[in-house]
């Protein structure tokens, strides 16, 4: 079966930069997804990666190695707007291609 | 551009009864998702809908739910005999194109959470 790692919990100050790492285990990869979600409100999506590298979007970038069936989301000059819960979710194909989720990761921004 | 569109954003019902949860998707979208998410977890997706068809429904239960997305009007999904176990809150989403479509995001509409007493 599919699974997702991610860590439950991320604190950072205003200003900096965090990375939210992602592990999964799939067969049939076919991409990474980041989505956002703010108090329980509609996810949002943020990036994806289907090849190896870097992915920049604004202050948001996410990473992927496939070899290592792992990911990251960065997030640069934080801003207390950016405190939400962060989900990797992976396509595969032994999941239909449809989205398999972590548990998600609840970043908290302090001043 | 409207975005997805859920209804009702509350939904109470008491055990044994059902609940019918409504989605209509963005304008343009024919692909339509169902997610469950209980607190503090991930989604769960449950069915992938196309017009009239059910493409994939793997991740619903057997008994009990039911989903449909007619050629008019919202998708629907219906929870029959509802228990205490069906309480969560449940997101639709949609996009342009399938699964496979190179990078389709899915977009989500504010959920309907499901409270059952």
């Known amino acids: 079966g599919q699974s997702l790692e991610q860590p439950s919990e991320v604190t950072a100050v205003e200003g900096a930069i965090v990375q939210i790492n992602c592990t999964y285990q799939t067969s049939g990869f076919y991409g990474l997804s980041w989505y956002q979600q703010h108090d329980g409100g509609a996810p949002t999506f943020l990036s994806y990666?289907?090849l190896d590298g870097l992915e920049e979007t604004g202050r948001f970038s996410s990473f992927l190695s496939r070899s290592d069936s792992y990911g990251y989301l960065l997030l640069q000059e934080l801003q207390m707007k950016d405190s939400a819960s962060y989900f990797c979710?992976?396509?595969?194909?032994?999941?239909?291609?449809?989205?398999?989720w972590g548990a998600g990761t609840k970043l908290i921004i302090k001043p | 551009n409207a975005g997805v569109m859920q209804n009702p954003r509350h939904l109470v019902r008491r055990r044994g009864q059902e609940a019918r949860l409504r989605c209509s998707p963005m304008k343009g979208h024919s692909h339509v998702y169902w997610y469950r998410q209980l607190p503090e977890e991930g989604l769960k997706f449950m069915v992938y809908l196309q017009k009239e068809n059910i493409i994939d429904e793997s991740g619903m239960p057997k008994e009990r739910f039911s989903a449909e997305f007619p050629k008019e009007g919202p998708s629907i999904l219906r929870i029959q005999q509802v228990v205490r176990g069906d309480s969560a809150a449940y997101f639709c989403a949609s996009s342009p194109v399938s699964p496979t479509g190179n990078n389709s995001p899915l977009h989500f509409g504010n959920g309907t959470r499901l409270t059952v007493t």
């Open positions: 990666n289907a």
């Open positions: 979710a992976v396509r595969a194909r032994d999941s239909n291609y449809q989205l398999i």
